[in-house]
Nanobody, 124 residues
Framework: QVQVVESGGGLVQAGESLRLACTAS????????MGWFRQAPGKEREGVSC????????IYVDSVKGRFIISRDNAKNTVYLQMNSLKPEDTAMYYC?????????????????WGQGTQVTVSS
């Protein structure tokens, strides 16, 4: 049984940082691209950042480029999202996923193994 578990969310002020972590089990972690997605109230879920199975290719949505860094540790079955210079518009539920499809250009939404999400709230 595949399990994806996120941690590290919380309430911070604008300009501060958070690091999210996601651990996946029940799958061969180093054969899956991994991704972070977010969904704010009233908005569609969007891909924030994704990383190839070897960590040699990363993708970021334009709104987080230069502020967020995705990384992975295959020995620990863990993927991270370092979020710096947080803005109120980053407030959302953040979801981690093991991607069912990887083309190196977009964070796929379908056929993924999803976590339950971790809330990130940024106050102004």
């Amino acid at each position: 049984q595949v399990q994806v578990v996120e941690s590290g969310g919380g309430l911070v002020q604008a300009g501060e940082s958070l690091r999210l972590a996601c651990t996946a089990s029940g799958l061969t972690f180093d054969t899956y691209a991994m991704g972070w997605f977010r969904q704010a109230p009233g908005k569609e879920r969007e891909g924030v950042s994704c990383i190839a199975w070897r960590g040699d290719k990363t993708i970021y949505v334009d709104s987080v480029k230069g502020r967020f860094i995705i990384s992975r540790d295959n020995a620990k079955n863990t993927v991270y999202l370092q979020m710096n210079s947080l803005k109120p518009e980053d407030t959302a539920m953040y979801y981690c996923a093991a991607l069912g499809y990887w083309n190196g250009r977009t964070c796929a939404m379908h056929n993924n193994y999803w976590g339950q999400g971790t809330q990130v709230t940024v106050s102004s």
